[in-house]
């Protein structure tokens, strides 16, 4: 039982650390390590969830749930299951390896229908975009409201829209440019995607909704960094704050920028700390800890 | 790949100028000025069919296909446009913004200029 106990005391840390992390500031520094600890809270939380009631099935095995699960099928060929294996036990490995398909099942049509959207947005775009002076993987399309992103994929395609290119001065376009090639190089649509998988299977929760909007906020603060390598951070806040409902497109220009926007800006127009490397390490070692913790479980004897 | 969107482009430009389906001989006729060649028309023809851009139907004669816009220049802007501001009512993003700038407004009005079309099409039904 130590296994499953062990994987209850890492749901249990990672469920505890979701808000302070997403309410600190001190991700917001550096945010790619800290996109590192949340891909680790995540696949730790992700890996033992599904462990769990295997872990309490198979227990008494006495090994990881990997090598267990061989064991098992080997009794089941055997015709021996019920003496290795209490029916509790039993029952217990059977709802979570359905557990466990469904949120394969899930994540599965996820993902096929995200690629299945992009799919025909690339179409309509082939269709409906049309090339620019801004370089070979941006598109302009006609569209009354301003828009900038990026379809991400192994081609992946900036679009910005006539609306944009009204709104925006030319170093501000290229700066916002600057900052969707960073979400479509370092594959940031990767990166939220465990967040979308794991709000998927438990819409209702609160604590991952948290988590989905802090990496997705790190994300961004993430690309507005790579875009400062070339572009002036006022050059960016400027945009950022061209763009958002209340800005100067907007109809009545009353909304105040939404508390993402004006975090951003307010991060660009103060001078940059980024965390110091020691702080970094320490994170980075912490991160592989969380993920390889509930991995090692599933391989080592309990 | 460019050049085969560019053609692609061209061939529903010339469907949305006509009001009625057309053959490809009529689609390569009314692209003289790209001269063409009529297997590539047809195959731009076909992709697009496949898409869901393009419907086939047979000719009077009931022999030839002859093709017609699946729906407005504007339907396909409105659905593009729901794709960017991320109301198609899928939860799973499959595009990166910059920022988000939707204002309520401009959602009712696509949603409805989306509703409004009898032609259209569900996109994914594959």
Redesign the interface.
């Given at each position: 039982m130590t296994h499953a106990l062990h994987h209850v005391v890492m749901l249990a840390v990672c469920a505890a650390s979701v808000g302070p992390l997403a309410r600190s500031r001190w991700p917001w520094h550096s945010p790619r390590v800290a996109l590192l600890l949340w891909q680790a809270l995540g696949l730790a939380a992700g890996l033992s969830a599904v462990s769990f009631l295997l872990a309490v099935g198979l227990s008494p095995y006495g090994r990881g749930v990997v090598p267990a699960c061989a064991a098992l099928v080997a009794d089941v060929v055997a015709g021996q299951v019920f003496t290795a294996l209490s029916l509790a036990h039993l029952v217990a490995v059977v709802v979570g390896l359905a557990l466990a398909a469904r949120l394969l099942v899930g994540a599965v049509a996820s993902v096929s229908g995200t690629l299945r959207a992009r799919r025909r947005h690339r179409s309509l775009l082939t269709l409906l975009g049309r090339d620019t002076p801004d370089g070979d993987d941006v598109l302009l399309v006609d569209l009354p409201t301003a828009a900038a992103y990026c379809v991400p994929g192994r081609h992946p395609r900036v679009v910005i829209s006539t609306a944009t290119r009204r709104l925006l001065d030319d170093n501000q376009l290229r700066a916002v440019l600057a900052h969707e090639r960073a979400h479509a190089h370092e594959r940031h649509d990767l990166i939220l995607l465990p967040f979308t998988l794991l709000r998927r299977a438990l819409p209702n929760s609160r604590l991952l909704a948290e988590a989905a909007r802090a990496v997705a906020m790190l994300v961004e603060m993430r690309a507005d960094d790579r875009a400062l390598a070339r572009h002036r951070p006022e050059t960016l806040a400027g945009a950022l704050l061209c763009f958002h409902p209340g800005g100067p497109t907007a109809p009545g220009g009353a909304a105040p920028a939404s508390h993402e926007i004006q975090a951003r800006v307010r991060r660009l127009l103060t001078p940059r700390r980024p965390l110091s490397a020691g702080v970094r390490a320490l994170l980075v070692v912490t991160a592989a800890l969380l993920a390889l913790t509930p991995a090692s479980l599933l391989v080592l004897p309990g | 790949m460019r050049n085969l969107?560019a053609l692609?482009?061209a061939v529903?430009d010339v469907l949305w100028a006509r009001a009625t389906p057309a053959t490809v001989r009529e689609v390569v006729t009314d692209l003289a000025d790209r001269n063409p060649a009529y297997t590539t028309v047809m195959t731009v023809l076909d992709r697009l069919a496949r898409?869901d851009?393009v419907r086939r139907e047979r000719g009077e004669d009931g022999r030839t296909w002859r093709y017609v816009a699946a729906a407005s220049?504007e339907t396909?802007?409105a659905?593009?446009?729901l794709?960017?501001?991320d109301l198609?009512g899928?939860?799973?993003?499959?595009?990166?913004?910059?920022?988000?700038?939707?204002?309520g407004t401009?959602a009712d009005v696509l949603r409805d200029a989306l509703t409004d079309d009898p032609d259209r099409e569900p996109?994914?039904r594959r």
């Open positions: - | 969107g692609e482009r529903m898409k851009f220049r396909f802007v659905e593009l446009m794709q960017v501001l198609a899928d939860r799973d993003a499959a595009l990166v913004h910059f920022a988000r700038s939707v204002a401009e996109p994914d």
